[in-house]
């Protein structure tokens, strides 16, 4: 029986998150026999990693310490075997800007967008930029950070006069912001696993907020958000964005795990957002919602992971 740690916490802004993943992933594995525990990235976990080595790891850790390549990098130095890509992989997709840079090369559909570091945006101008954004990608605007997740300093930009106080929200969480042409449709996420066949898409998971943007308080919030698992979707367009979601995962060089956020215009046309390599395990992540929704159960879907980790 191996024996697996799981990290979680952390200090980013999604350590609550974090933590409410890795009690989940620690619940199932142990449902299903194995040795878990869980343990946060502090100055604690190296002398553990060193002197009482784990089989392998779980990282349950959301924002840049659990998605930036920097602690998968540690693991490396360890020579501790871990769950989902490796660091170079996770730095690459972590960057939004530079992810989509490698989708749009691939062929891959995202909306169009540009990444306005802090320092940049005030140089050159606040108010001269955000009207040359206006005027080439159009209204309505998405903004988000360049780096981070669970919709965390995003927002939804409709009119010239709230693109200001959208792009002061932003930097709050990150040096740099993504401004993106908003992608109108219906909101899916597509949990992409290996469990050794190769990359297989899981069941759509369509999102519907209440709000309509499905921000942090959306993701998180009990009775705000509907999900439909498997997503209303026709069967040809499900298809599809299977497809695509595969794609985005082998175009950024994925493995293990990921969760591809997609729109699908009314039209029927497909949109990659970001792609996300350590996916939420919480009781309303949309990864575990699809194991549900493709008749898996969750504990063997993470233990095989973890074997497959350790024979790596």
């Known amino acids: ?48 990693l060193r002197e ?37 992989t996770a730095r690459l997709a972590w960057d939004k800007p530079s992810a989509k840079a490698v989708l749009a090369e691939a062929g891959i559909p995202t909306p169009e967008w540009v990444a306005l570091p802090h320092e940049r945006f005030s140089e050159l101008g606040a108010q001269a930029v955000l009207d040359r954004i206006v005027e080439r990608l159009g209204l309505p605007l998405m903004v988000k950070p360049a780096q981070g997740g669970s919709g965390l300093g995003a927002s939804v930009v409709r009119t010239p006069d709230s693109l200001p106080a959208a792009m002061v929200g932003c930097f709050a969480y990150d040096q740099t912001a993504l401004v993106e042409r908003y992608a109108a449709g219906v909101d899916v996420a597509v949990s992409v696993l ?28 009990a009775g705000v958000t509907t999900w439909h698992a498997p997503a209303r ?27 591809v956020d997609l729109i699908v215009g009314a039209d029927g046309e497909i949109t990659v957002l970001e792609v996300n390599v350590a996916p939420g395990m919480t009781e309303t992540s949309l990864l575990p919602m699809a194991v549900q929704a493709a ?18």
């Not at 008749?295 to 790596?312: E, H, M, N, Y």
């Open 1 to 48: 029986m191996s024996r697996v740690l799981v990290l979680a916490g952390g200090l980013s802004y999604e350590r609550d998150v974090s933590l409410r993943s890795g009690q989940r992933v620690i619940d199932a594995l142990k449902a299903v026999g194995v040795d878990a525990e869980m343990r946060d990235a502090d100055l604690h976990l190296l002398p553990v």
């Open 194 to 221: 290996d469990v050794g066949d190769g990359p297989t898409a899981l069941p759509a998971v369509e999102i519907v907020p209440n709000s309509g943007v499905y921000d942090y308080a959306a993701r998180y919030t």
């Open 233 to 259: 979707l026709d069967r040809g367009v499900a298809a599809e964005v299977a497809e695509v979601a595969l794609a985005a995962h082998k175009a950024l060089g994925l493995r293990d795990l990921s969760r």
């Open 52 to 88: 009482d080595p784990p089989d392998a790891v779980v990282i349950a850790l959301h924002g840049g310490i659990g998605e930036d390549g920097s602690l998968r990098g540690v693991l490396d130095l360890c020579g501790v075997p871990y769950v989902g890509c490796d660091a170079p």
């Open 295 to 312: 008749g898996l159960d969750f504990g063997q879907v993470l233990a095989t992971l973890v074997q497959r980790a350790i024979a790596r």
